[in-house]
């Protein structure tokens, strides 16, 4: 079976992922969207193996990525965060998370869902890549990612935030060769 290149062969975990989730369109689920922008906003700097391997000790961290809950997050629970040996423990991507959580909340509320305001950068269609050139940012991740850190979001670069547009399936960069090409 011919997966993306970047499949690492010896991770039955990250072939999973890459099998299951990568790519997979995400509409109408803004948990699942609140916590796969809180783990690519973690990623940064690491491998996103490393991600995965934390991601259910993020869940329950995280209470399951609530937004809510996150949103209200206090000092007494950042720090408890900060001193889990089991997420990553960057103070400052922490706080900013909490605070990622509240502009995410304004945005469901001024667009009915962050499903809708992320997909509708691409008038909720998939954006299909027809070559194996893959970019790290494109003109579309430059644009949603300058509109969020407008909206006072942190740690949400374009490149950041074009892993997160091919991670929920925005953005098919599934290989032409890749079995999942065509599947989304």
Known sequence: MNRCHWV????????????????????????????TLILETFQTGLSWLTVLKKREAFRQAYDNFDVQKVSAYNQEKIQQLFENPSIIRNKSKIVHSVNNAKTFIQIQSEFGSFSNYIWHFTDHKTIKNTTDIIPV?????????????NRGMKYVGSKVIYSYLQAIGVVNDHETSCFCYNLF
């Open 8 to 35: 690492n062969a010896d991770s039955e975990l990250y072939k999973k992922y890459h099998d299951e989730e990568w790519g997979v369109p995400v509409y109408n689920d803004d948990r699942l969207l609140f916590e």
């Open 137 to 149: 940012k494109t003109p579309l991740s430059d644009k949603i990612s300058k509109d969020l850190i």
